[in-house]
C-alpha cells in the first residue's frame, strides 16, 4: 500500500472522501488486505484516543468468526449443488459466440444466393435455441462488480489512482465535508487537560470560550 | 439527523453485494457505539457483548432489505435497541425504558464494566495500546497532534478543523494522515 492510498484510507474513514472516492476504495478495501488492515488500525486509534478500547477480544472479531461460521456451510451447499468453481465464467463467452454466429450467417446470407438461406435459416435456428437474457444496465454493472470482486477483470488500479488523486479538484467529483457534529460540551472538557492543542490566537481564544463545542444536533459518526 | 457519510454507505452498497470484509469496518465503527448502547439495557457485560453481537449479526442478514432510507448507524441503533429488549423479553426481565433518541453523544465510558470476562493478556494488551496511543499523540508535533485531536476527540469535519487551525483542507488532511502514521508506527509492534 503506498503512501497516497494510506492517505485515501484515513480521509475515508473520517467520511472526508466524495461518494465517487469512497466507492473506488471500498473496493480496492474488499482485495487489498493491507488498506484493510490500515482502515482497521486507524479506527483502532480513534477508539483509544477517545478511551473507548475496551479489553479483551474484539466485537468485530467476534462478529467476523460468526459470520464466517455462518457463511461456511452455505459454501459447502453451493458447492456440493453446483459443479466446482463459478459456472457463471462462461456467460459472456457464450453470447459472444451466439452473436458471432448470428453476424457470420448474416454476412454469408448476404454474400451467397441460394445456399445463403439454408445458412441463414441454420444460424436464426440456432441463435433460437439460446435463451439471452437482455442485459440490463444494473445486471451489466453487477457482473462487471463481480468479476472484479473474484479477480477475473484486474482492477483499473491506474485510473482509480488518478480519480483519487485528482478527485478533490474535479467539480463532479468535488469533496463534500459530511462529518460536521461535534461532541457535546462534556466531552471537550474531559479532553481540554490531556493534551496541548495549537491553534491560532483568535481561534485558541474561541475554543477557549467553548463556541466550538455550541450545542450540534448532528450525530458524530467517530 | 447528518446525511449518510459517503464511507458508510460505500460500505453499505459492498456488503450488499456480499462483501463481508466491508461489514468488519462498518462494526468496527460502530461497535463501542452500539455496546455502550446495550449496556444501558442489559447491564452484565458480558450478556451486552452477546447482544451486541447478536444485534451485528441480525444487522447483517438484513442488510439487503436496507433501502437506505436512513443512515446505516441509525438504522442499526434500532435494531441494537430491539435486540437488546427482546433479550430482556426472553430472560423474563423487564426492559428498562430509557429516553435516548440517535442524536445522543453523552459521554457514558462503560469500558471498565467489559473487563470481567476477559483474559490478562487482553487487559494488558488494551492498556498498553492505550498508553502507548496517548504517548504517541504527546510526542507529536503540535500541528500534527491538534489536527488528529480536534478530528478523534472533538468530532470535526476537516473543514471545521480547517478554520480552526487557519490552514487549507489539504494541509488538515494530510496532517491527520501523518499524525495517524506515526501513532501507528507506535502500536504497530504491540499489534503484530
Known amino acids: 500500500m503506498n503512501e497516497q492510498v494510506a492517505s485515501q484510507v484515513s480521509a475515508f474513514i473520517d467520511g472526508e472522501l466524495s461518494e465517487a472516492e469512497s466507492e473506488l476504495l471500498v473496493r480496492r478495501l ?14 483502532l486509534i480513534g477508539h483509544a484516543l477517545r478511551g473507548d478500547l475496551a479489553p479483551g477480544p474484539g ?6 468468526r460468526a459470520l ?10 453451493q458447492a456440493g449443488g453446483a459443479p466446482a468453481g463459478d459456472s457463471r465464467w462462461w456467460r459472456p463467452v457464450a453470447g459472444t459466440g451466439v452473436a458471432a454466429a448470428v453476424a457470420l450467417a448474416a454476412v454469408l446470407g448476404l454474400q451467397g444466393g441460394g445456399a445463403g438461406d439454408g445458412v441463414t435459416a441454420d444460424a436464426e435456428a440456432t441463435a433460437a435455441s439460446y435463451t439471452v437474457a437482455p442485459v440490463t444496465r444494473e445486471s451489466a454493472a453487477a457482473d462487471a462488480d463481480d468479476m472484479f470482486t473474484r479477480g477475473v477483470m484486474p482492477p483499473p488500479v491506474r485510473l482509480t489512482n488518478y480519480l483519487m488523486s485528482h478527485g478533490e479538484y474535479a467539480g463532479s467529483l468535488g469533496r463534500k465535508s459530511i462529518q460536521s457534529g461535534i461532541v457535546g460540551t462534556s466531552a471537550a472538557q ?11 490566537p483568535a ?18 459518526a467517530e | 439527523m447528518s446525511p449518510e457519510p459517503n464511507s458508510d454507505a460505500a460500505l453499505v452498497k459492498r456488503v450488499q453485494q456480499g462483501d463481508r470484509k466491508a ?18 439495557y442489559v447491564r452484565d457485560p458480558s450478556e451486552a457483548l452477546d447482544v451486541a453481537q447478536d444485534a451485528f449479526l441480525k444487522a447483517y442478514r438484513a442488510m439487503p432489505r436496507f433501502r437506505g432510507d436512513s443512515a446505516f448507524y441509525t438504522w442499526m441503533y434500532r435494531i441494537a435497541i430491539n435486540t437488546a429488549k427482546n433479550h430482556l423479553v426472553a430472560a423474563k426481565r423487564r426492559p428498562v425504558d430509557f429516553e435516548i433518541d440517535t442524536q445522543d453523544n453523552e459521554p457514558f465510558d462503560a469500558s471498565h464494566l467489559l473487563s470481567d470476562g476477559d483474559t490478562p493478556e487482553g487487559l494488558v494488551l488494551s492498556e498498553e495500546i492505550n498508553q502507548t496511543v496517548q504517548q504517541a499523540i504527546a510526542d507529536l508535533p503540535p500541528d500534527l497532534r491538534t489536527a488528529i485531536v480536534l478530528r478523534e476527540m472533538e468530532g470535526m469535519s476537516y473543514e471545521e478543523i480547517a478554520q480552526t487551525m487557519e490552514c487549507p483542507v489539504g494541509t488538515v488532511r494530510s496532517r491527520i494522515f501523518r499524525a495517524r502514521e506515526a501513532i501507528d508506527r507506535k502500536i504497530g509492534p504491540l499489534l503484530d
Open chain 1, 59 to 64: 466485537l468485530a472479531d467476534r462478529v467476523a
Open chain 2, 23 to 40: 461489514f468488519d469496518l462498518l462494526v468496527l465503527k460502530y461497535q463501542h457505539k452500539i455496546q455502550k448502547l446495550i449496556m444501558r
Open chain 1, 30 to 43: 474488499a482485495s487489498d488486505q493491507a488498506s484493510h488492515d490500515a482502515a482497521r488500525r486507524y479506527l
Open chain 1, 68 to 77: 464466517e461460521a455462518e457463511a461456511a456451510p452455505e459454501a459447502a451447499e
Open chain 1, 203 to 220: 481561534a485558541a481564544g474561541d475554543d477557549a470560550d467553548g463556541e466550538a463545542s455550541a450545542d450540534d444536533a448532528a450525530p458524530r
Open chain 1, 190 to 200: 474531559a479532553i481540554s487537560g490531556r493534551f496541548e492543542l495549537t491553534l491560532p
